[in-house]
């Protein structure tokens, strides 16, 4: 999470979308001292947000991934902020990213054990990847509050086109280089095991509002 009240700009994390780095991006980037961000533990960042808010959603490190409506509701942001702020997350292909937390979650729990397919379909059969807590999260409730969406998702693939042009809104310049945070966990994606059927088919209904909104953003970006 970052949010700059003078820049009203929001910025939510969705889990294995390049969250950290783009955290860190705006951190970096963005000249305020007094935005409010979670920790970015890859780059030893600590957290401006209070303890009493992170202590209070600890389990599972649900802070690191607050939906707008978790902003508003520990009054981070007012109700007026979150309609006229700029608010953004960024979208990735479910089942892509139903991978990412697979191997995620096998490298860090165990480090030189390669994951087998029979597990890697047992583990998904019921929908969200169930060996990470945050799997489950639903990209498209992000953004939401009260109900409705507010703000803008950005396709995970067009994530530096859409920086850069953020970037020209504000009229500022890139001083640091978006970083590339957890990308060698998945090092051999030309022989990655595969979903079977049934578990693509779960997936597909577990997570059927986020490839729709996948779809529709792919649909708007490369037509």
């Known amino acids: 999470m970052y949010v700059s009240h003078k820049y009203k700009l929001i910025f939510l994390r969705t889990p294995k979308t390049a969250s950290s780095s783009l955290s860190e991006f705006f951190i970096k980037n963005i000249p305020d001292p007094d935005a409010i961000y979670t920790p970015v533990e890859d780059s030893n960042i600590p957290a401006t947000l209070s303890n009493e808010i992170i202590n209070k959603y600890k389990i599972n490190f649900a802070y690191y991934h607050f939906t707008l409506q978790d902003l508003v509701d520990n009054r ?4 007026m902020a979150a309609i ?5 997350a960024v979208v990735r292909n479910p089942i892509d990213r139903q991978k ?12 030189d054990r390669t ?3 029979e597990e890697y379909n047992s583990w998904t059969r019921k929908g969200a990847f169930l060996g990470e807590p945050n799997s489950g999260i639903l990209q ?3 953004l939401k509050w009260n109900g ?4 803008e998702y950005w396709l995970y693939e067009n994530i530096n086109n859409d920086l850069n042009q953020l970037m020209r809104e504000l009229n ?3 001083t640091h280089v978006l970083p590339k945070h957890k990308n060698d966990f998945r090092k051999n994606r030309n022989n990655e095991i595969e979903f079977d059927e049934l578990a693509m088919n779960n997936l597909s209904k577990y997570f ?7 779809n529709e953003l792919a649909e708007e970006t490369y037509v």
């Open 115 to 117: 994951p087998s397919i």
């Open 172 to 174: 500022l310049e890139v």
């Open 76 to 79: 981070i942001i007012t109700p």
């Open 208 to 214: 059927g509002p986020d490839i729709d909104l996948y």
């Open 140 to 142: 498209s409730d992000i």
């Open 100 to 111: 990412s937390f697979y191997y995620f979650y096998k490298r860090w729990k165990n480090q």
């Open 84 to 88: 006229q702020y700029k608010s953004i």
């Open 148 to 151: 409705e969406t507010q703000g």
